[in-house]
């Protein structure tokens, strides 16, 4: 079946550090991939997406780019804030009609002031 | 803005008890998941839905079932709760399809004594 793999489960940086989480996939045929994002006591919220190889999604200084023969969709942002400090999530669903979303565990990142 | 909510917000059950876990939303949206979170799992799919009356298994069904009676509303059941299941509960909708992001409930607190 489908599965997401997310390398590293922590994450601490200092403030203007640059971020990389790094997500791979395995995943039959053409898979949507996203991140999502969790800040404490709520639910995750979307980030962005991308959907077909080489295409770069972004949002809020955050990017990745889809990358089908490395099966990766790496999240970077330049420099983090504090502000950023949250657990990150890549996830895709699978082609077809049946929409089927699958998750990695998510990676917690903590900026120190 | 999307809007989905849950409740309770926080529920204390008893082992063997039965627990329904409500989930409304107000967008519209034909796809409705239930997933749990735990430290060191992220966020794993427990059932979902393509629309009223339709319910589906997701990666971890085993010791729950799910009821979707209306487009808005979409119920997770405990029916024999466990300790294994203390979790925190998150319900998501979206649109179905591959490339729709999930918008995601508050979550509910579950703690089974």
């Known amino acids: 079946g489908d599965s997401v793999t997310q390398t590293e489960g922590q994450v601490a940086l200092s403030e203007e550090d640059f971020l990389t989480i790094h997500c791979n996939y395995s995943?039959?045929?053409?898979?949507?991939l996203f991140w999502y994002v969790q800040y404490p006591g709520e639910g995750p919220q979307f980030l962005f997406r991308?959907?077909?190889?080489?295409e770069k999604g972004s949002s809020r200084g955050f990017e990745a780019t889809y990358n089908k023969e490395a099966t990766s969709f790496h999240l970077q942002k330049a420099s983090v804030q504090e502000s950023d400090s949250a657990v990150y999530y890549c996830?895709?669903?699978?082609?077809?009609?049946?929409?089927?979303?699958?998750f990695g565990k998510g990676t917690s990142l903590v900026v120190h002031p | 803005e999307a809007a989905v909510t849950q409740s309770p917000r926080n529920k204390v059950a008893v082992t063997g008890g039965k627990v329904t876990l409500s989930c409304n939303q107000t967008n519209n949206h034909n796809n409705m998941y239930w997933y749990r979170q735990d430290t060191g799992h992220g966020l794993r799919l427990i059932h979902y839905s393509y629309g009223a009356g339709s319910t589906e298994k997701g990666d971890i069904p085993d010791g729950y079932k799910a009821s979707r009676p209306s487009q808005e509303n979409f119920s997770l059941i405990l029916e024999l709760a466990t300790p294994s299941q203390t979790s925190v509960y998150f319900c998501a909708s979206g649109d179905g399809d591959k490339y729709a992001e999930q918008f995601f409930g508050p979550g509910t607190r579950l703690t089974v004594l």
């Open positions: 995943a039959s045929g053409y898979p949507a």
């Open positions: 991308a959907s077909r190889d080489k």
């Open positions: 996830a895709l669903s699978d082609q077809g009609g049946n929409y089927k979303p699958t």
